[in-house]
């Protein structure tokens, strides 16, 4: 299962919240001349193109778009892959798709220079955030209803969708679950999974950060969240795996911590074989938003902005919306109409004033993970 690196914004609509973001990117390629390389690699809005229609017929040439760490089942990203591919008859290649936001980093890193080199990723903020100098900055056509601390202002990275920290569990292994406290409990033996390692996954981080608001820690003291994986560590409730879909359908995790967008999924998908419940714990939700970018050295550049235009548009925002994730443009698609209002209605609602970190507070929290996570759960 895909582990992002870190953190987003707040959602809209009637339960929403915000964080902060980070980055994706994409790197340089082999176009037709080095002139229309080095037009379409700095290029950073669709007017460089002449508007969209150059832009997609640029994107036509270069005929592919390489993505990595996107799973078909991660926010519904099989869909608006297809979409993407079915809309403008280009080619996407979909590279480790169970890799997280430092993986996408070191593979453009190692591949630069190369036509097999992602052009984009979908990033975690902590990630995003350490590598801004490698990014292409654009801004697509919907930058103005992204918020302004969703983004950053040269257009280096701006949130995509987000979601919050929740619990899903197999209701015929375990008990009904209410709260975090309830994962403590005899029934849980071996049976609680954390998505991703904390300190380098965004549903890992977000899921301590649920654990510490639940046991009186803040935004800014993470720590009671580490100290509760720790109780659940020795009480040998937490299993020492990763979750994917194929854990929870053959019954090895039935009880998964991670975004609700990704449980709730996972409810579609196994209903009439495993009753997939999902709940994001009262008093305090935390979210987060991931984040795209463009890497200044793609192999498809005018296909890289192609596609952040297409994940940025009506169409590409309710995509992320019918897979249960809280796309970034939702008030504005939703005061305009265009949002998809059934899928809007497939959201849970949440309890209690959204949490949201800000990037000191991220990092604080960061570091005390990187400090003291692996001694706990040892």
């Not at 800014?220 to 109780?231: E, L, N, Q, S, Y």
């Not at 005061?335 to 604080?364: N, R, S």
Request: with cysteine; proline share 6%.
């Amino acid at each position: 299962m895909k582990h992002h690196a870190f953190f987003r914004r707040s959602l809209a609509g009637t339960t929403m919240l915000c964080a902060a973001v980070a980055m994706a990117f994409s790197l340089a390629s082999l176009p037709q001349s080095a002139e229309a390389a080095s037009a379409d690699s700095a290029a950073t809005s669709v007017s460089a193109f002449g508007g969209m229609d150059g832009l997609i017929a640029a994107a036509k040439k270069e005929g592919e778009l390489n993505v990595i760490a996107l799973p078909p089942d991660w926010a519904n990203y099989g869909e608006m892959i297809k979409a993407f591919q079915t809309k403008y008859g280009i080619k996407v290649n979909s590279a480790q798709p169970d890799a997280d936001s430092q993986d996408e980093l070191n593979a453009a890193k190692r591949l630069q220079g190369q036509n097999r080199a992602p052009d984009v990723f979908d990033l975690g903020v902590n990630v995003a955030l350490s590598a801004v100098p490698t990014f292409a900055p654009y801004k697509v056509a919907g930058w103005d209803d992204i918020a302004d601390n969703l983004k950053d202002p040269n257009g280096a990275w701006f949130a995509d969708y987000g979601g919050y920290a929740s619990i899903g569990y197999d209701a015929k292994q375990v008990p009904a679950i209410t709260s975090v406290a309830d994962l403590l409990k005899p029934e849980f033996k071996g049976k609680v999974a954390l998505n991703g390692n904390p300190t380098r996954a965004s549903a890992g981080f977000h899921g301590v950060m649920m654990a510490a608001l639940a046991n009186g820690g803040s935004a800014d003291d993470i720590a009671p969240g580490v100290d509760f994986f720790k109780k659940l560590h020795q009480s040998g409730n937490m299993l020492p795996v990763d979750p994917t879909p194929a854990t929870i359908a053959s019954g090895q995790t039935p009880v998964v911590i991670d975004w609700e967008y990704l449980n709730l999924a996972q409810s579609k998908t196994l209903k009439g074989s495993i009753d997939w419940k999902v709940v994001v714990p009262p008093g305090g939700p935390v979210g987060a938003y991931y984040v795209q970018a463009i890497n200044k050295d793609a192999p498809h550049p005018a296909a890289a902005r192609l596609w952040e235009e297409f994940l940025y548009s009506d169409e590409g925002q309710n995509i992320w919306l019918q897979g249960f994730a809280r796309p970034v443009r939702l008030d504005a698609m939703t005061k305009a109409g265009t949002v998809d209002k059934t899928a809007v209605g497939q959201l849970p609602q949440v309890e209690g004033k959204p949490v949201v970190l800000t990037q000191d507070q991220l990092k604080k929290a960061q570091d005390y993970l990187k400090e003291h996570w692996d001694q706990a759960v040892q």
